[in-house]
C-alpha cells in the first residue's frame, strides 16, 4: 500500500508555478513538483466510508472539510480543504492550470481512491535491488572466479 499523509486544512497547502507545498502534522513541509504529480481530485461520494487510523480525520472533518486526493512518486496527499475558506478557489485553480488532463476535478470518486490506495505501490527507499541480494550475488561471482583461478592454477 502506498504512504499516506493527510493535510489539513486551506491553510496547510500553498501552491506555486512550479511547487505544491504542503505542511504535514508536527508542522514540517513538504514541497511537490508540480511534474511529480501523476493525478490529483476533490474526491466525491465519501459520506459512507468510515476511515481509521492516519485517515481518521478524513472522516471526522467530513461535514466541513472536502477531500483534495494528490497522487505523487512518492505516494499519497489527502488535504481537507474547508468548504469555506478565502484560499479555496485559489488552490483549486491551480490544478487544472498546472495538470491538464492529469487533474480529475470531481470525477474521483471515494470507492476509486480507496482501489488506488492499494494499488499504488509503496516508495522504494533507497532504490534497486535490496542490498541483500547484491551482497549474495556478489559472493557468488567470487565463488565462481575463485573456482576458475584453482582449476587454472591445477594445470
Known amino acids: 500500500m502506498a504512504r499516506i499523509d493527510v493535510v489539513v486544512g486551506c491553510d496547510g497547502i500553498d501552491a506555486d508555478a512550479a511547487w505544491v507545498r504542503l505542511r504535514a502534522a508536527g508542522g514540517h513541509f513538504r514541497t511537490l ?4 504529480i501523476s493525478m490529483a481530485a ?11 487510523g492516519t485517515l481518521e480525520q478524513i472522516t471526522a472533518l467530513r461535514d466541513t472539510h472536502d477531500p483534495l486526493w494528490i497522487e505523487s512518486v512518492d505516494g499519497i496527499e489527502v ?16 490544478f487544472p492550470q498546472r495538470l491538464g488532463e492529469r487533474w480529475m476535478a ?12 492499494f494499488q499504488m505501490p509503496s516508495p522504494v527507499r533507497g532504490g534497486g535491488f535490496p542490498k541483500m541480494v547484491i551482497i549474495m ?3 557468488t561471482l567470487l565463488m565462481i572466479a575463485a573456482g576458475i583461478v584453482l582449476s587454472i592454477m591445477k594445470r
Open 33 to 36: 513538483d508540480w511534474t511529480g
Open 137 to 139: 550475488i556478489a559472493i
Open 42 to 52: 476533490l474526491v466525491r461520494n465519501d459520506a459512507h466510508m468510515t476511515f481509521e
Open 79 to 94: 488535504v481537507m480543504l474547508e468548504k469555506q475558506h478565502p484560499k479555496r478557489e485559489a488552490i483549486l485553480r491551480m
Open 106 to 117: 470531481d470525477r474521483l470518486s471515494a470507492q476509486d481512491a480507496a482501489m488506488r490506495m
